[in-house]
C-alpha cells in the first residue's frame, strides 16, 4: 500500500520556468491538499479539493494552479516560478470510509528556485 | 493572534527524560486534536489523536487536551533518541474541516 506517492522528490528551477508537482494516493480519499512548509512557518495551505470536481485556495495560493485530475490525482503547478517559492511542497489526502479526519503526507518535493 | 501558537524554539533533552510539548489555541469550535511526528526529509505521520477534552495514552505517549484553557499537551516519557523528530500540534472542527497546524517543535533526545 503506497499512500500518497509525490513525484519528483527534488527539483532545481531557474527563475521564471514552470513545472508541475504531481500526486497520487491510493486510499480511495475524498480530499486532498497542498502543503509547502518552510522553516520557522510551520506548514501552509496552498489548495486544496474537497473532492473530485472541486478546487480551493488556501492560505498561500498566489503563484500555484491546481488540478483535480480524478479522485486519486492532484496536481500543482508554478507557471513563472520564483526564488519565494523555495521550499518542501506536501502532498495529503483524507476521507474515504473510515474518515478520522487524519491527514495523510506524502513525503515531500524539495524545490529550489534559482 | 494566530489560531494555534506553538513555541517552535528546538528542545534537547538527554534520553531517559520526559519531553513536554504544547500548544493553546484561540478558536473554541475545535474538537478534534492531533499530533504529528516529522523526522527529517520526511512527511509529517499522526501520532496521537483525541477528541475533545481529556487525556489519551498510548505506550510512552500521552495527550492531553484542555478545552476550557484551549491548551493541548504531549508528554513522552522514557524518552529515546529515535524520538528526535519534529512535533506538530493540529486540530479541527470536525472530522472532514481544515487542520490548523502549529509551527512545530524540533525535539532532539541525546543518548
Known amino acids: 500500500n503506497a499512500g500518497v506517492t509525490q513525484t519528483p522528490k527534488f527539483q532545481v528551477l531557474k527563475t521564471g520556468q514552470s513545472m508541475t508537482l504531481q500526486c497520487a494516493q491510493d486510499?480511495?480519499?475524498?480530499?486532498m491538499y497542498w502543503y509547502r512548509q518552510d522553516p520557522g512557518m510551520g506548514l501552509r495551505l496552498i489548495y486544496y479539493?474537497?473532492?473530485?470536481?472541486?478546487?480551493d485556495k488556501g492560505e498561500v495560493p498566489n503563484g500555484y494552479n491546481v488540478s483535480r485530475l480524478n479522485k486519486r490525482e492532484f496536481s500543482l503547478r508554478l507557471e513563472s516560478a520564483a526564488p519565494s517559492q523555495t521550499s518542501v511542497y506536501f502532498c495529503?489526502?483524507?476521507?474515504?470510509?473510515?474518515?478520522?479526519?487524519?491527514?495523510?503526507f506524502g513525503e515531500g518535493s524539495r524545490l529550489t528556485v534559482l | 493572534q494566530k489560531e494555534v501558537e506553538q513555541d517552535p524554539g528546538p528542545l534537547s533533552v538527554p534520553e531517559g527524560a520526559i519531553v513536554s510539548l504544547n500548544c493553546t489555541y484561540s478558536?473554541?469550535?475545535?474538537?478534534?486534536f492531533m499530533w504529528y511526528r516529522q523526522y527529517s526529509r520526511k512527511g509529517p505521520e499522526l501520532l496521537m489523536y483525541?477528541?475533545?477534552?481529556g487525556n489519551k495514552e498510548d505506550g510512552r505517549f500521552t495527550a492531553q487536551v484542555d478545552k476550557s484553557s484551549k491548551y493541548i499537551s504531549l508528554f513522552i516519557r522514557d524518552s529515546q533518541p529515535s524520538d528526535s523528530a519534529t512535533y506538530l500540534c493540529?486540530?479541527?472542527?470536525?472530522?472532514?474541516?481544515?487542520?490548523?497546524f502549529g509551527k512545530g517543535n524540533q525535539v532532539v533526545v541525546i543518548p
Open positions: 495529503a489526502s483524507r476521507g474515504g470510509y473510515s474518515n478520522t479526519g487524519e491527514l495523510f
Open positions: 486510499m480511495n480519499h475524498n480530499s
Open positions: 479539493s474537497a473532492s473530485e470536481g472541486t478546487t
Open positions: 478558536n473554541s469550535a475545535f474538537q478534534y
Open positions: 483525541t477528541y475533545s477534552s
Open positions: 493540529a486540530m479541527s472542527e470536525g472530522g472532514n474541516n481544515r487542520l490548523a
